[in-house]
């Protein structure tokens, strides 16, 4: 019984049905249950601790409003009491892709969806692809299906180091924490670095240094790895972002054994990197974590994350809804969902139904009202009940108007998973596969219930075993370690794929693209895939050969989203209002707001070429980039 | 110091920065040009960042080449990406500000990045589509300033406006049918009479994404341009670089030859010209194919990817839908196939002469375990002679007039001396 809120019970077999006996199942003015529940001090209080004390400050980070990346944030610090008292997350920016897919040749989702995100530009060509493939009752064939695995992968090749390196890396390079925490960096100097041997710094500072921006070795490694996986993608992909390839039914790449060798050179190059990446984020963990125990509260949140699995099975998918749990159960990468640490489900089908999007504060009309009556789908296609809320019942209804703190204040929607917060990221991948014990066997990533053990191979360097255990606590440094065990994961994942198409072409199969005709009947499909940063989703529906319906479902619209209808926080204000003030600053005007920053990024907001140089100011300032694809969909 | 050969007249910028900026006196150090930095502030518009993530895969050169100065000859570029400013993101915007003012220690120049979105339908209720930072209205109010209106305060004073992709050029796909936003691109919105503080039109580098290396490239021309070093780099009506932009892409498809002989796909992986599985290469303005899409890996057709036309300024609508074959194609395609059918003919003939070592063609014998040798037919060596006929004609063929010294020279390698 995995939920907790949504009125759906199983029957003996395992069948989902609407509970019976409620007047209005789906109405938000039912009571939920919910954990780990992270409360804000009043609107109205708050105003007035602004009002009458020097300490409480507005900490409005509002050049971040950016555009694309878009992502705002507006925060109460108490600088006395070292912890923020309100926490405000905005999307700023308002496409429209929904929208244009209406009244479109389905074909076109493949290009159109996938300009929703230039960071993760590859995945929602894939995400589409599935969905279309689904309406469609079409299967590719097994090569098309690891090449679209493989495509994955080195797109993660590049985003999660971007991340781990460009983005957050430089919270924790000398040059900020220096000039933030001048105590921490004295410790760092004369703390030795337990995987010296792995990565070859000796101390902590030394591996500080090196993540500098712009000028540390970390930092252009980095640069140049991203540079190398998106080599090995466009030889697949044809371009990134934004890929030429994807096709109903497949891939149109051209696959001759030049591909998998030109794919293989750079692709190894991944395994010895993982060693490094692995090495280098456990010991940063460790040493903030022994330094000053306080940084485990750092982005805290609970452990609910959500994700649906990536890197399809050939010899198991077959893109139908009905099969979709054991499908899904054959990914790489399990599908689950974990809500306060515990793993509740790795039934893709359930995951699907415990999907809603909340719009209370979000510029967007509500199209339903919670009635589930006269819905356009009651039920999913295997006759499970579907919340007024789901995607395949959602409208786009955009409404622009002033932001107001109390009421709307975004451009993102709120997804919530039975009804609770939950978050997306790479590390849910991890989190869910070590626990499910569902992955099939192969010879470098084992599952063992309580952790995720990797075998790195010999390349350069000897081969390596690292294990990624389920952590205790749930904050910052966790999601980006988990998110450098994914670089492993993902780098053997590959590894798999690659082997398995080799195998492929010695049995001769090497059709990738499968013969489709558009149909013109009424038809449903999704598209459960994952991005960079997460969870990703497509819910569409097609009649007389033509979209009526496309919903994404992003992961920085999870992670970004604003309070709910029970106004229950998002992920990113969570974590804000768990994180204790542990800056150093000799008066307030000086504070800037490192704590906050830190645990934004640990979420993987997105964007290269994170820094520059201030003219006349010394100052190194990082750019944060949300993924757009969160902005809107 | 390269500035010496040419008069200043020459130099089609006549109010430009090269000249305003000269130093005066000669300096101690080696000096390439007037610039020594320059400002980019880069603005994104309803965009998805994709740009921004090709440029920073850029080689030809590098994104972070051009940031910390390293490039001998040309200046380092400041880049202002929107960013999350430490100090609680005022000293950001501030450097907008010090730009509109004209406050910068050095030119600056904007790139924007995604369409421009109509914010009067959003402003009509109150809202935005759109923004970049926030004004304090004084209390809980905070104005969003959208994209759109920084671009209008900074054009005026910029040394050079360039879009960059398609979004930010033709409006792209935010301004497909069916859009709320009405968007369009930076010309629809800044219009025909724009010039920059150098006299530029808006320069133009469509590609959705584009090529990261057509971005840092053309800024680096125009930059060595600015320094007195290079010459103006042409650009076309439409302002797009004209070096890169010429050209369809099918003229140096790696597919072209496929096409030249009538040899088609017809489904999605096969190795042949793809024009009837939807591709519109033959119509499109775009350098991928030659220039790859990253370190001159990838590019569309080089794959296998049908090209959707993403750098015109049709995109996405009049190339839609996807993966249909163009109307054209019909007509071409099938006129090349009749010619195509006929040449590949002949020239298969003439590859099969090609592929045999003289010392093969002569004993009628190949000895290669590979596969069995296929003897050329009479009429087939009868066509050959013939085609040799016109191939030395008007000159030797190899071997055919030896000279004494050469007969001498094979005379001592011949077993029989």
Same mark, same amino acid.
């Given at each position: 019984?995995?939920?907790?809120?949504?009125?759906?019970?199983?029957?003996?077999?395992?069948?989902?049905?609407?509970?019976?006996?409620?007047?209005?199942?789906?109405?938000?003015?039912?009571?939920?249950?919910?954990?780990?529940?992270?409360?804000?001090?009043?609107?109205?209080?708050?105003?007035?601790?602004?009002?009458?004390?020097?300490?409480?400050?507005?900490?409005?980070?509002?050049?971040?409003?950016?555009?694309?990346?878009?992502?705002?944030?507006?925060?109460?610090?108490?600088?006395?009491?070292?912890?923020?008292?309100?926490?405000?997350?905005?999307?700023?920016?308002?496409?429209?892709?929904?929208?244009?897919?209406?009244?479109?040749?389905?074909?076109?989702?493949?290009?159109?969806?996938?300009?929703?995100?230039?960071?993760?530009?590859?995945?929602?060509?894939?995400?589409?692809?599935?969905?279309?493939?689904?309406?469609?009752?079409?299967?590719?064939?097994?090569?098309?299906?690891?090449?679209?695995?493989?495509?994955?992968?080195?797109?993660?090749?590049?985003?999660?180091?971007?991340?781990?390196?460009?983005?957050?890396?430089?919270?924790?390079?000398?040059?900020?924490?220096?000039?933030?925490?001048?105590?921490?960096?004295?410790?760092?100097?004369?703390?030795?670095?337990?995987?010296?041997?792995?990565?070859?710094?000796?101390?902590?500072?030394?591996?500080?240094?090196?993540?500098?921006?712009?000028?540390?070795?970390?930092?252009?490694?980095?640069?140049?790895?991203?540079?190398?996986?998106?080599?090995?993608?466009?030889?697949?992909?044809?371009?990134?972002?934004?890929?030429?390839?994807?096709?109903?039914?497949?891939?149109?790449?051209?696959?001759?054994?030049?591909?998998?060798?030109?794919?293989?050179?750079?692709?190894?190059?991944?395994?010895?990197?993982?060693?490094?990446?692995?090495?280098?984020?456990?010991?940063?963990?460790?040493?903030?974590?022994?330094?000053?125990?306080?940084?485990?509260?750092?982005?805290?949140?609970?452990?609910?994350?959500?994700?649906?699995?990536?890197?399809?099975?050939?010899?198991?998918?077959?893109?139908?809804?009905?099969?979709?749990?054991?499908?899904?159960?054959?990914?790489?990468?399990?599908?689950?969902?974990?809500?306060?640490?515990?793993?509740?489900?790795?039934?893709?089908?359930?995951?699907?139904?415990?999907?809603?999007?909340?719009?209370?504060?979000?510029?967007?009309?509500?199209?339903?009202?919670?009635?589930?009556?006269?819905?356009?789908?009651?039920?999913?296609?295997?006759?499970?009940?579907?919340?007024?809320?789901?995607?395949?019942?959602?409208?786009?209804?955009?409404?622009?108007?002033?932001?107001?703190?109390? /009421?709307?204040?975004?451009?993102?929607?709120?997804?919530?998973?039975?009804?609770?917060?939950?978050?997306?990221?790479?590390?849910?991948?991890?989190?869910?596969?070590?626990?499910?014990?569902?992955?099939?066997?192969?010879?470098?990533?084992?599952?063992?219930? /309580?952790?995720?053990?990797?075998?790195?191979?010999?390349?350069?360097?000897?081969?390596?075993?690292?294990?990624?255990?389920?952590?205790?606590?749930?904050?910052?440094?966790?999601?980006?370690?988990?998110?450098?065990?994914?670089?492993?994961?993902?780098?053997?994942?590959?590894?798999?794929?690659?082997?398995?198409?080799?195998?492929?072409?010695?049995?001769?199969?090497?059709?990738?693209?499968?013969?489709?005709?558009?149909?013109?009947?009424?038809?449903?499909?999704?598209?459960?895939?994952?991005?960079?940063?997460?969870?990703?989703?497509?819910?569409?529906?097609?009649?007389?050969?033509?979209?009526?319906?496309?919903?994404?479902?992003?992961?920085?619209?999870?992670?970004?989203?604003?309070?709910?209808?029970?106004?229950?926080?998002?992920?990113?204000?969570?974590?804000?209002?768990?994180?204790?003030?542990?800056?150093?600053?000799?008066?307030?005007?000086?504070?800037?707001?490192?704590?906050?920053?830190?645990?934004?990024?640990?979420?993987?907001?997105?964007?290269?070429?994170?820094?520059?140089?201030?003219?006349?100011?010394?100052?190194?300032?990082?750019?944060?980039?949300?993924?757009?694809?969160?902005?809107?969909? | 110091?390269?500035?010496?050969?040419?008069?200043?007249?020459?130099?089609?910028?006549?109010?430009?920065?090269?000249?305003?900026?000269?130093?005066?006196?000669?300096?101690?150090?080696?000096?390439?040009?007037?610039?020594?930095?320059?400002?980019?502030?880069?603005?994104?518009?309803?965009?998805?960042?994709?740009?921004?993530?090709?440029?920073?895969?850029?080689?030809?050169?590098?994104?972070?080449?051009?940031?910390?100065?390293?490039?001998?000859?040309?200046?380092?570029?400041? #880049?202002?990406?929107?960013?999350? +400013?430490?100090?609680?993101?005022?000293?950001?915007?501030?450097?907008?500000?010090?730009?509109?003012?004209?406050? #910068?220690?050095?030119?600056?120049?904007?790139?924007?990045?995604?369409?421009?979105?109509?914010?009067?339908?959003?402003?009509?209720?109150?809202?935005?589509?759109?923004?970049?930072?926030?004004?304090? #209205?004084?209390?809980?109010?905070?104005?969003?300033?959208?994209?759109?209106?920084?671009?209008?305060?900074?054009?005026?004073?910029?040394?050079?406006?360039?879009?960059?992709?398609?979004?930010?050029?033709?409006?792209?796909?935010?301004?497909?049918?069916?859009?709320?936003?009405?968007?369009?691109?930076?010309?629809?919105?800044?219009?025909?009479?724009?010039?920059?503080?150098?006299?530029?039109?808006?320069?133009?580098?469509?590609?959705?994404?584009?090529?990261?290396?057509?971005?840092?490239?053309?800024?680096?021309?125009?930059?060595?341009?600015?320094?007195?070093?290079?010459?103006?780099?042409?650009?076309?009506?439409?302002?797009?670089?004209?070096?890169?932009?010429?050209?369809?892409?099918?003229?140096?498809?790696?597919?072209?030859?496929?096409?030249?002989?009538?040899?088609?796909?017809?489904?999605?992986?096969?190795?042949?010209? #793809?024009?009837?599985?939807?591709?519109?290469?033959?119509?499109?303005?775009?350098?991928?194919?030659?220039?790859? +899409?990253?370190?001159?890996?990838?590019?569309?057709?080089?794959?296998?990817?049908?090209?959707?036309?993403?750098?015109?300024?049709?995109?996405?609508?009049?190339?839609?839908?996807?993966?249909?074959?163009?109307?054209?194609?019909?007509?071409?395609?099938?006129?090349?196939?009749?010619?195509?059918?006929?040449?590949?003919?002949?020239?298969?003939?003439?590859?099969?002469?090609?592929?045999?070592?003289?010392?093969?063609?002569?004993?009628?014998?190949?000895?290669?375990?590979?596969? +069995?040798?296929?003897?050329?037919?009479?009429?087939?060596? +009868?066509?050959?002679?013939?085609?040799?006929?016109?191939?030395?004609?008007?000159?030797?063929?190899?071997?055919?007039?030896?000279?004494?010294?050469?007969?001498?020279?094979?005379?001592?390698?011949?077993?029989?001396?």
């Amino acid at each position: 019984m995995c939920f907790k809120n949504l009125p759906i019970e199983f029957d003996s077999a395992g069948k989902p049905f609407l509970k019976g006996g409620i007047r209005d199942p789906y109405s938000t003015r039912n009571a939920i249950t919910s954990v780990g529940e992270v409360k804000q001090m009043p609107y109205d209080t708050v105003r007035e601790l602004l009002a009458r004390n020097g300490y409480i400050k507005d900490v409005d980070f509002d050049p971040v409003t950016r555009v694309a990346g878009a992502l705002a944030f507006h925060g109460v610090a108490d600088l006395e009491n070292r912890k923020f008292i309100e926490a405000r997350s905005m999307a700023t920016l308002f496409r429209g892709y929904e929208l244009i897919m209406q009244g479109r040749d389905p074909r076109d989702a493949i290009f159109i969806t996938s300009r929703a995100c230039g960071v993760c530009g590859g995945v929602h060509s894939s995400c589409a692809a599935l969905g279309i493939e689904m309406a469609f009752g079409i299967t590719p064939p097994p090569l098309g299906i690891i090449v679209r695995n493989l495509l994955l992968s080195l797109e993660f090749l590049y985003d999660n180091p971007l991340h781990l390196f460009l983005l957050a890396g430089p919270d924790y390079s000398e040059m900020i924490v220096k000039a933030t925490t001048p105590s921490l960096w004295e410790k760092a100097i004369g703390t030795p670095a337990r995987n010296a041997e792995h990565h070859g710094y000796a101390t902590i500072g030394a591996l500080m240094t090196d993540m500098n921006p712009l000028s540390g070795n970390l930092y252009l490694e980095a640069l140049h790895m991203t540079r190398v996986a998106r080599e090995a993608y466009v030889v697949i992909g044809g371009k990134y972002p934004h890929p030429e390839t994807l096709v109903p039914g497949g891939v149109s790449t051209t696959v001759t054994l030049q591909t998998f060798n030109e794919i293989y050179v750079r692709l190894q190059q991944f395994f010895d990197y993982s060693k490094k990446v692995v090495t280098i984020w456990d010991d940063l963990t460790e040493f903030f974590y022994t330094a000053n125990p306080e940084y485990r509260k750092n982005g805290m949140r609970a452990a609910s994350m959500v994700d649906f699995g990536i890197w399809d099975d050939p010899d198991v998918y077959d893109a139908t809804y009905e099969n979709c749990n054991t499908w899904g159960e054959n990914r790489w990468a399990t599908p689950g969902a974990v809500i306060g640490g515990e793993l509740v489900t790795t039934n893709l089908q359930n995951i699907n139904l415990g999907i809603e999007e909340f719009i209370e504060h979000s510029f967007y009309k509500d199209w339903s009202n919670g009635d589930a009556n006269g819905l356009a789908h009651p039920t999913d296609p295997s006759g499970a009940p579907l919340s007024p809320y789901h995607p395949w019942n959602k409208e786009t209804l955009p409404s622009p108007g002033g932001q107001n703190w109390r /009421e709307k204040y975004t451009w993102a929607t709120s997804p919530r998973w039975d009804r609770q917060v939950f978050e997306a990221g790479s590390y849910a991948r991890v989190w869910n596969t070590a626990a499910a014990q569902k992955i099939r066997p192969n010879p470098f990533i084992e599952s063992t219930g /309580e952790s995720l053990k990797i075998r790195l191979p010999k390349a350069a360097k000897p081969e390596m075993n690292i294990e990624w255990k389920i952590p205790s606590v749930w904050n910052t440094f966790e999601r980006n370690r988990a998110r450098a065990y994914g670089v492993a994961f993902t780098a053997m994942a590959a590894m798999n794929d690659w082997m398995k198409g080799l195998d492929l072409l010695k049995q001769g199969k090497t059709a990738v693209s499968t013969e489709f005709e558009i149909p013109k009947t009424n038809r449903i499909g999704v598209g459960f895939w994952g991005a960079g940063r997460g969870f990703l989703s497509h819910h569409m529906e097609l009649d007389k050969g033509i979209v009526t319906n496309y919903q994404i479902v992003t992961p920085s619209t999870i992670n970004a989203s604003p309070m709910d209808a029970w106004d229950k926080h998002g992920p990113y204000e969570e974590a804000v209002l768990n994180t204790p003030i542990l800056e150093e600053f000799d008066k307030q005007e000086n504070y800037k707001g490192i704590d906050l920053l830190r645990t934004l990024r640990s979420f993987d907001p997105c964007m290269p070429c994170t820094t520059h140089i201030y003219a006349g100011e010394h100052t190194v300032v990082r750019e944060i980039n949300t993924c757009a694809c969160g902005v809107d969909g | 110091m390269f500035d010496e050969a040419r008069s200043p007249a020459e130099i089609p910028t006549t109010d430009g920065v090269a000249e305003q900026v000269r130093p005066k006196s000669v300096p101690a150090e080696l000096s390439f040009g007037p610039l020594e930095k320059i400002h980019v502030f880069w603005l994104a518009g309803m965009s998805c960042d994709g740009c921004t993530i090709a440029v920073a895969g850029a080689t030809n050169p590098p994104l972070e080449s051009l940031l910390t100065g390293v490039i001998t000859g040309l200046p380092q570029v400041i #880049l202002h990406h929107p960013v999350l +400013a430490v100090e609680a993101g005022k000293d950001f915007v501030e450097n907008f500000y010090m730009a509109e003012r004209g406050e #910068l220690d050095a030119p600056y120049v904007v790139c924007y990045e995604g369409s421009i979105a109509d914010e009067r339908i959003a402003a009509a209720h109150g809202g935005y589509w759109s923004a970049l930072g926030s004004e304090h #209205l004084g209390g809980d109010k905070h104005r969003p300033i959208p994209t759109t209106e920084w671009l209008k305060r900074l054009a005026p004073g910029a040394a050079a406006v360039i879009a960059v992709g398609t979004c930010a050029t033709w409006g792209g796909i935010p301004a497909a049918a069916g859009n709320p936003t009405n968007a369009m691109g930076v010309m629809d919105f800044l219009g025909k009479d724009y010039r920059s503080t150098t006299g530029l039109n808006i320069i133009n580098i469509p590609g959705c994404s584009p090529i990261g290396d057509n971005f840092t490239e053309t800024v680096g021309m125009v930059l060595l341009f600015l320094q007195g070093i290079g010459p103006l780099p042409e650009f076309d009506t439409l302002g797009r670089p004209a070096w890169l932009f010429n050209d369809t892409v099918h003229t140096k498809c790696v597919r072209g030859g496929y096409y030249e002989e009538g040899n088609f796909t017809s489904e999605y992986g096969g190795k042949e010209c #793809l024009v009837e599985i939807g591709c519109w290469g033959p119509v499109v303005q775009c350098n991928i194919t030659s220039r790859g +899409a990253i370190n001159h890996m990838g590019g569309c057709m080089n794959t296998g990817g049908i090209c959707i036309g993403c750098t015109m300024p049709g995109f996405p609508d009049k190339f839609a839908p996807f993966y249909q074959m163009a109307p054209g194609s019909n007509i071409s395609s099938n006129a090349v196939r009749a010619y195509g059918a006929a040449i590949r003919r002949l020239r298969r003939m003439t590859m099969k002469f090609q592929n045999m070592e003289p010392r093969w063609e002569e004993n009628e014998h190949v000895p290669s375990g590979w596969g +069995a040798f296929e003897k050329p037919s009479i009429a087939t060596k +009868a066509i050959h002679y013939l085609y040799q006929k016109l191939q030395y004609a008007g000159t030797v063929r190899p071997g055919d007039h030896a000279s004494p010294q050469s007969a001498k020279a094979k005379g001592i390698n011949s077993p029989e001396v």
